[in-house]
């Protein structure tokens, strides 16, 4: 199993930058891929990013402009840096964990708010 633990949320500023960062634990050995999504009240749940452990990674055409995502699989974490922040990216920020064999595992969720 994977445990997943999100940081780094809070109340911003309209064009402010926050980094979130989610640290996985566990069985860390099996971990493919890991990405972001994020859950606005009211709406679905979205994806934001993703990063393969091979390097590889997306972020949604809505934010890759001033999102990115990166990894540090020495301390098996991810970060997802968002710059120039709009009161529309308020959400819960959920972490998503993919493992070889094809289980998936989520954080508890961070939120971010962004004030006009």
């Known amino acids: 199993q994977i445990q997943l633990v999100e940081s780094g949320g809070g109340t911003v500023q309209a064009g402010d930058s926050l980094r979130l960062s989610c640290t996985a634990s566990?069985?860390?050995?099996?971990?493919?891929?890991m990405g972001w999504f994020r859950q606005a009240p009211g709406k679905e749940r979205d994806f934001v990013a993703r990063?393969?452990?091979?390097?590889?990674?997306t972020v949604a055409d809505s934010v890759k402009d001033r999102f990115s995502i990166s990894r540090d699989i020495g301390k098996d974490t991810v970060y997802l840096q968002m710059n120039t922040l709009k009161p529309e990216d308020t959400a819960v920020y959920y972490c998503?964990?993919?493992?070889?064999?094809?289980?998936?595992?989520w954080g508890q969720g961070i939120q971010v708010t962004v004030s006009s």
């Open positions: 998503g964990a993919n493992v070889y064999g094809g289980d998936e595992y």
């Open positions: 566990g069985r860390t050995f099996t971990l493919h891929a």
């Open positions: 990063i393969w452990w091979g390097g590889t990674s």
